[in-house]
């Protein structure tokens, strides 16, 4: 079955520390990558994607991801966290080849602290 | 309009009763999604339409759900005899998506909160 995984329910970093939000996929191909923020009551928002080509992807609020093959994951990161990054974070894949439904992580609250 | 909007925003329902929930996409967006988030857990799809295709109804739970989208444009989620496993955050997306197209991302709603008492 096609699944993302996101194994830290919560990641707590202080304020100016580089963070990482985990993200593994099984899903079969290339598919594409998609990374959203939650903030409370509030939908999500898109912060980047991967398609193709260089696997570092640069996204809104200045965070970026990582996309590895071989390892079947795209981790978020920051170099420096602020506190108002604190949110609700979702990884997302999408197959390729007419395939359009997203399929999400269980999501990873980030909780900076000052 | 500048983004997704779904209404209402808020619905408090009794257990048996039924529930219509709105979705108005992105002008020019073909094609609308409907997801569920429950507490604590990630987003599930439900129905995905694109243009005038047949609906994607894969990830419907039960034949109480479903889902029409009128002039491909503003699309209605109706629950049927609503149960209380059934109170969750429904949020629609939209894109420009057309079937097999390079990863257009999706652009979601605030939601609907469905609380079934």
């Known amino acids: 079955a096609q699944s993302v995984a996101q194994p830290e329910d919560q990641v707590n970093v202080a304020e100016g520390n580089p963070l990482t939000v985990k993200c593994t996929y099984s899903?079969?191909?290339?598919?594409?990558l998609f990374w959203y923020v939650q903030y409370p009551n509030r939908g999500l928002q898109f912060l980047l994607k991967?398609?193709?080509?260089?696997?570092l992807v640069k996204g809104s609020y200045g965070f970026e991801a990582e996309f590895n093959k071989s390892q079947t994951s795209f981790h978020l990161k920051k170099p420096s966290a602020l506190v108002s990054d604190s949110a609700l974070y979702f990884c997302?894949?999408?197959?390729?080849?007419?395939?359009?439904?997203?399929?999400f992580g269980a999501g990873t609250r980030l909780a900076v602290h000052p | 309009g500048a983004g997704v909007s779904q209404s209402p925003s808020n619905k408090v329902t009794e257990k048996g009763k039924d529930v219509e929930l709105r979705c108005d996409p992105i002008?020019?967006?073909?094609?609308l999604y409907w997801y569920r988030q429950s507490l604590g857990q990630g987003l599930e799809f439900l129905i995905y339409?694109?243009?005038?295709?047949?609906?994607?109804k894969s990830g419907l739970p039960s034949d109480r759900f479903s889902a029409e989208r009128t002039g491909g444009s503003v699309s209605t989620l109706t629950i049927q005899r609503t149960q209380q496993e059934d109170s969750a955050v429904y949020l629609c997306?939209?894109?420009?998506?057309?079937?097999?197209?390079?990863?257009?991302?999706?652009?979601f709603g605030p939601g609907t909160r469905l609380t079934v008492l």
């Open positions: 997306a939209s894109s420009m998506g057309l079937a097999g197209g390079a990863g257009n991302e999706q652009f």
């Open positions: 899903v079969s191909g290339n598919p594409y």
């Open positions: 991967y398609i193709t080509g260089d696997n």
């Open positions: 997302a894949v999408r197959p390729r080849g007419g395939y359009n439904k997203l399929i």
């Open positions: 002008s020019g967006h073909t094609a």
């Open positions: 339409f694109q243009g005038n295709s047949a609906p994607d």
